[in-house]
């Protein structure tokens, strides 16, 4: 009899143990994740102006509780990059939003698009597993199209806005197919040709203005899935 009631106290135990750490977590600000390049660090930009910090800065505008963004992001990157930079950095989920915004460079170094696509498929899978098991809490931001930078011009903008097509169109589908959510940019982006302002002094990267327009189109996507958890 001394053996079932041992177990009894130490499963007391076990579920006392928890209630502490299921009330921090309860009680804790939704946590956010934000996976991508340049684009999605700021390059070129204070860090206060990029756009997943104004999208936090908006929710907390709207008195949204959200913690400060996780950035897995660097200048350059591609998708393969940036699977072996989460593998590398082992982000502890679960997240309760996970932004996504790569393949300008899989286009720029002239990648094949099918490897794109399977390196999204992994992606998706990764930041799924992170949003514990949840793709909805994924918001894929489509792939700006740079042909209309200053930068480009003498790279063939008609083949850049051809091929970014391209790649967002695979972006799409398996978007899609994972179930995630997705917000064009790839439009706004094109603006810079008659609106200078909008881009950054290196010519290439967008300005903090027009970091500030990408924030307040994804707001409306990602602000549902922080707010309903309150």
């Known amino acids: 009899m001394l053996i ?5 106290i130490f499963s007391s135990f076990l579920c006392l143990a928890a209630v502490p750490f299921m009330a921090a977590r309860a009680n804790a600000a939704p946590r956010f994740l934000a996976l991508g390049d340049s684009y999605t660090i700021g390059t070129a930009v204070d860090e206060k102006k990029r756009w997943v910090n104004e999208l ?3 929710m907390r505008q709207d008195n949204v509780e959200i913690s400060d963004p996780e950035i897995i992001a660097h200048n350059g990157w591609t998708t393969g990059d ?4 989460v593998d590398r ?3 502890k989920g679960p997240y309760d939003l996970i932004t996504l915004m790569i393949g300008v460079n899989n286009q720029f170094q002239g990648q094949p698009i099918e490897n794109y696509r399977k390196d999204l498929v992994t992606l998706f899978a990764v930041a799924a597993k992170l949003a514990g098991g949840d793709p909805r809490k994924i918001v894929v931001i489509s792939i700006p199209d740079y042909s209309a930078t200053p930068f480009a011009q003498d790279k063939d903008p008609e083949k850049i806005t051809a091929e970014i097509g391209k790649f967002n169109g695979v972006l799409l589908e398996e978007t899609r197919r994972a179930r995630a959510r997705i917000v064009d940019v790839t439009s706004v982006s094109r603006f810079v040709k ?3 302002q909008l881009v950054a002094e290196d010519g290439l990267h967008p300005s903090w203005r027009l970091h500030g327009v990408w924030a307040r189109l994804v707001y409306p996507v990602a602000r549902p899935l922080i707010a309903k958890l309150h």
């Open 4 to 8: 079932p009631v041992r177990r009894a």
């Open 56 to 58: 936090v800065r908006l």
């Open 82 to 85: 940036l699977l072996a930079a």
């Open 89 to 91: 950095e082992k982000p």
């Open 194 to 196: 008659t609106n200078p």
